[in-house]
């Protein structure tokens, strides 16, 4: 059994900086950001091995986004620099519990219930 808790979003200015949360109960192999715009899809942001390193980045994301972990806290994080509006979404915290050496959206199969980023042009 898993528990997620987002914390983090807000409101920030275009070119700044947000550091988003997610609190982990129950043990995890991999550990994801995802995010959701008004009326798009939901699409994959950034992924972690809760114990071992890899780490992978959508483009969109990639150089301005930084997914870490701390297994102290049992905490998930996601560094978000340079934003930009486009990055206006509901983030959420995801988990998967089994084991594959790929992840698809559907291999995670705990959901945390969001937390809202707004950037502002």
């Known amino acids: 059994q898993v528990q997620l808790v987002e914390s983090g979003g807000g409101l920030v200015q275009a070119g700044g900086s947000l550091r988003l949360s997610c609190v982990v109960s129950g043990r995890t192999f991999r550990m994801g950001w995802f995010r959701q715009a008004p009326g798009k899809e939901r699409e994959f942001v950034a992924a972690?091995?809760?114990?071992?390193?890899?780490?992978s980045y959508a483009d969109s994301v990639s150089g301005r986004f930084t997914i870490s972990r701390d297994s102290g806290k049992n905490t998930l994080y996601l560094q978000m620099n340079s934003l930009k509006p486009e990055d206006t979404a509901i983030y959420y915290c995801?988990?998967?519990?089994?084991?594959?050496?790929?992840?698809?959206?559907?291999?995670?199969?705990?959901w945390g219930q969001g937390t809202q980023v707004t950037v502002s042009s």
């Open positions: 972690i091995r809760w114990s071992a390193f890899g780490t």
């Open positions: 995801a988990a998967q519990t089994t084991y594959t050496v790929y992840a698809r959206e559907s291999d995670y199969n705990y």
